[in-house]
């Protein structure tokens, strides 16, 4: 059975959804692929703690009820010190979140198919002209977009990708009841999103608390699976045992109980994109990858990449004569480059250098960023080099000089 699009995306993430929105709301006929059954979706895809700020929410219409608590603070926190920072934000229910975007979409015209896995893409001339999905059903369409996450079928098997196990971030995390997010000795952590870098919980990585309202908070933790993570890593303990051995040792989790069902893991390649197109074909989100390295934000990133690729699609689709070339599609990786994560290379080395970083050195990092005023670490945050520099120290030169070789045999 075959059929005919203007537009195919794989995968109904944040991405992919997005993408699909804006190209139905141009008038584009565009169908969505999602390999898990509408019935319980999300289901293994209902991977994120979800945490975002006012700015996604405005630009991309989406609604209070997909909000599970609005957040006023972001604090930072080390294994003896913190820093607050006043800024809201907002924790969504992700699988809410997700299902709005389907039927946002829907609404617009665009068409979805769940319970249909794309395999592989259909190339002539070496152009990509569809994709094979559910065995051997093919679709075919101008121009196709991978938005499958870290699955990515499509730009791997076209070497769009390359995406390597040592950029892999994991994470898990589980919804609690009986935090107690107003513990002595902690940052008040009612209404806030707190990220914590200890490496006991979370080596080479981060773990989190998000508050979702009264005694409930989202808690969980990440790391790269790399050489900060095997130098503070503990033998045999895997991501489960780090969270567990957390929810064991913290006493705001005293009294704290896992909520039956609501456990989210999932994974994201955190590292330079290179290419994201070529003829006839785009990838959006996760699997370019998208996710800013620095704090693991990929929602607004990943829907921020599935709008440029649908502008780009609406361009050469509009054409007297649709063209959808790679030297056409190619406007993506520059509006991606624009747009989407601008600093994206000074984030991934900062991020590389955080997490080689000791926790000593992360008590230090707490009482320089209160030290600090917003608009430097708002620069630094932006991967200003100048404002950067001063979140170093004298003392920092043997870490600095390990990271410079790191990279250098990377
Ligand atoms: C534990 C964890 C916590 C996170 N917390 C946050 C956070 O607090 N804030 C934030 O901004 N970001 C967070 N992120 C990152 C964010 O969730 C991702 O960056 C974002 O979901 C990526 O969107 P995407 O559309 O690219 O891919 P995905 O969300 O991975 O969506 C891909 C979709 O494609 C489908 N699919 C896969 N393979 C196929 C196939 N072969 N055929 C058809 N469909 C397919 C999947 O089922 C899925 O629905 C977190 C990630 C993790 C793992």
Not at 50 to 62: D, E, Q, V
Not at 107 to 127: C, L, M
Not at 277 to 305: N, Q, R, Y
Not at 348 to 356: E, G, I, K
Request: hydrophobic residues 40%.
């Amino acid at each position: 059975m075959t059929d005919r699009f203007d537009a195919v995306v794989a995968g109904a993430g944040p991405a992919g959804a997005q993408c699909a929105r804006d190209l139905a709301r141009r008038g584009h006929d565009v169908v969505v692929f999602e390999t898990e059954p509408e019935e319980e979706f999300p289901r293994q895809s209902n991977k994120s703690t979800a945490g975002t700020f006012p700015s996604m929410l405005s630009s991309f219409g989406i609604p209070d009820d997909v909000v599970m608590n609005y957040t006023d603070d972001v604090v930072l926190e080390s294994p003896n010190g913190h820093f607050v920072r006043d800024q809201p934000g907002a924790v969504l229910e992700f699988a809410d979140f997700k299902r709005y975007l389907v039927r946002d979409g829907r609404e617009q015209g665009a068409e979805y198919r769940f319970d249909s896995r794309v395999s592989k893409p259909i190339t002539e001339n070496g152009e990509v002209v569809g994709v094979r999905y559910d065995g051997d059903r093919e679709a075919y369409a101008d121009v196709v977009v991978d938005a499958t996450g870290p699955a990515a079928p499509l730009a791997k098997a076209l070497d769009v990708v390359d995406l390597e196990r040592e950029n892999q971030a994991i994470g898990v995390e589980y919804e609690m009841e009986g935090v107690d997010v107003e513990a002595d000795g902690y940052a008040d952590l009612t209404d806030a999103m707190m990220l914590r870098l200890d490496h006991e919980y979370a080596p080479g990585g981060y773990s989190w608390i998000f508050h979702t309202g009264g005694d409930t908070a989202k808690v969980g933790l990440c790391y790269l699976q790399n050489e900060a993570h095997r130098e503070y890593a503990r033998d045999g303990m895997g991501i489960d045992d780090y969270l567990q051995h957390w929810l064991d040792t913290d006493p705001r989790f005293a009294d704290a109980e896992r909520i039956e069902g609501e456990v989210h893991r999932g994974s994201a390649h955190v590292q330079l994109p290179g290419e994201m197109s070529t003829d006839g074909f785009m990838a959006v989100g996760d699997t370019v990858p998208t996710v800013d390295p620095l704090w693991g934000e990929g929602i607004h990133t990943c829907m921020k990449s599935g709008r440029a690729a649908a502008a780009t699609a609406d361009r050469c689709l509009m054409l007297e004569e649709v063209d959808t070339s790679a030297e056409r599609l190619s406007v993506y990786d520059d509006l991606w480059h624009r747009d989407v994560a601008p600093s994206v290379r000074t984030r991934l080395l900062m991020t590389r250098l955080l997490y080689l970083a000791s926790n000593e050195r992360y008590d230090e990092l707490m009482a320089d960023l209160s030290r600090l005023d917003g608009d430097t670490l708002s620069e630094a945050n932006d991967g200003n080099p100048r404002a950067i520099l001063r979140l170093l120290h004298l003392g920092d030169l043997p870490l600095l000089a390990r990271f410079a070789r790191e990279q250098l045999a990377r």
